[in-house]
């Protein structure tokens, strides 16, 4: 079963930074790979994706804050998170396209 474990996220202060790392048992090279997040009481939204031809999209709310990359050699797709604000937290998720979600990892800004 393929797994997708992503880590770095936790607390900062507002105008902060944060760097998520989303690791996938298996090849990621022909994936289209996302960012989600989901805030308590609210819809989970896409954040960020990188598509195998390392093209990337941004919701607007985070375009200009955060970059998202990927090395496909570490299997690994990264969220680069700076100038974080309190309306950024929440839990968030990777994705690919042939390999599912993985379990989330919790962001929190405090003001």
């Known amino acids: 079963q393929v797994q997708l474990v992503e880590s770095g996220g936790g607390l900062v202060q507002a105008g902060g930074s944060l760097r998520l790392s989303c690791v996938a048992s298996?090849?990621?090279?022909?994936?289209?790979m996302k960012w989600y997040r989901q805030a308590p009481g609210k819809q989970r939204e896409l954040v960020a994706f990188?598509?195998?031809?390392?093209?990337?999209d941004y919701a607007d709310s985070v375009k200009g804050r955060f970059t998202i990359s990927r090395d496909n050699a570490k299997n690994t797709v990264y969220l680069q998170m700076n100038n974080l604000k309190p309306e950024d937290t929440a839990v968030y998720y990777c994705?690919?396209?042939?390999?599912?979600w993985g379990q989330g990892t919790q962001v929190t800004v405090s003001s």
């Open positions: 298996r090849s990621i090279s022909i994936n289209t």
């Open positions: 994705w690919g396209a042939t390999l599912g």
């Open positions: 990188i598509a195998s031809n390392y093209n990337t």
